[in-house]
């Protein structure tokens, strides 16, 4: 198992539940957004579509940077996924039509006008497997898990990093994001302009992370995140680099 696998299921909810979740159910898990989780009933557009997202101009801290529409901006809680995001894995899928391999970029969806629904997945469809390709880059990776207590906690941020290296300078990289979008969020523009950076060479790590922050869309209580993402992806990167 790569390293960014193992790290990314330590550091997920307590021993107790890690031993009794399935693969499938992590990645299927739905948003924390608590809106979402009140039975009150407040305006949640993915528990009950068409009444309004009542974390839109609400309590926001925990939600998206990236991705959102105004129907929703919730995040997605799996750290799991994050590490399969980075790992470009496949899901494989036995439906009624017969066995499908899903490439996991497409697997969750984003909010858009449905948030209602979280991935592509069809009714009497059944994950049973993820298929992990071998990379080369596999060999040198981290999950980094920022949350608000030390342990039994979901994911304000994460970020997991699998690259290769030439000695010091990094061949390819592959970083994605948790706790900022619907989704798993890859990092695509930093990651072409990671290439051939010295793992040395601090500021020109930091500016070619800043390039995919440029379309950050902040909500009105998380601005904190589009610096703190930045510097997690970046400490996350590091940590893989000093591994290769
Ligand atoms: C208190 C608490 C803290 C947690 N903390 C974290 C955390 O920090 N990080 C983290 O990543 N997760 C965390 N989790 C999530 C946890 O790790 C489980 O993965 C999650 O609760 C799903 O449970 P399950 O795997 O038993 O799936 P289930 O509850 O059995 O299933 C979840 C959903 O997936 C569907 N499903 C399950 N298997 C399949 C399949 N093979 N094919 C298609 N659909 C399927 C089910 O129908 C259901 O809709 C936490 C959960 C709790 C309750
Ligand atoms: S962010 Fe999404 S899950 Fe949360 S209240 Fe809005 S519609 Fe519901």
Redesign the pocket.
């Known amino acids: 198992m790569t390293c960014v696998i193992a790290e ?1 299921l330590l ?4 021993g107790q ?2 031993n ?7 990645i ?3 948003t924390r957004c608590a809106y979402f989780r009140d039975d009150d009933g407040p305006p949640c557009n993915k528990r009950r579509p068409g009444t309004g997202c009542a974390a839109r101009h609400g309590l926001n801290r925990n939600h998206a940077i990236f991705g959102w529409s105004d129907a929703c901006v919730a995040t997605h ?5 994050v590490a399969l995001a980075a790992l470009d894995v496949n899901v494989v ?1 036995h439906g009624p039509a017969g066995e499908r391999s899903i490439p996991f970029a497409d697997f969750h969806s984003l909010p858009g006008s449905t948030p209602e629904r979280d991935n592509t ?1 069809d009714r009497g ?4 497997a993820i298929d992990v390709p071998p990379r080369v880059e596999g060999r040198a990776s981290h999950y980094l898990k920022v ?1 608000d207590r030390e342990s ?4 304000l941020m994460s970020a997991a990093a699998v690259v290769a290296t030439d000695r010091r300078r990094l061949r390819s990289v592959r970083l994605a994001m948790g706790g900022v979008a619907h989704k798993p969020w890859r990092l695509a523009t930093a990651e072409a302009a990671l290439r051939n950076v010295s793992l040395d060479d601090i500021d020109a790590l930091r500016s070619a992370i800043a390039e995919s922050f440029v379309d950050a869309r902040p909500l009105g209580h998380n601005g904190f995140k589009v610096e703190l993402a930045q510097r997690v992806a970046l400490r996350a990167l590091q940590t893989a680099g000093e591994r290769a």
Request: charged share 20%; glycine share 6%.
């Open positions: 990314s550091f997920a909810a307590s539940l890690r009794m979740a399935s693969i499938g159910g992590n299927m898990q739905r809680p799996s750290d799991l996924a899928v997945l469809d059944l994950i049973v949350r039994y906690e979901f994911a």
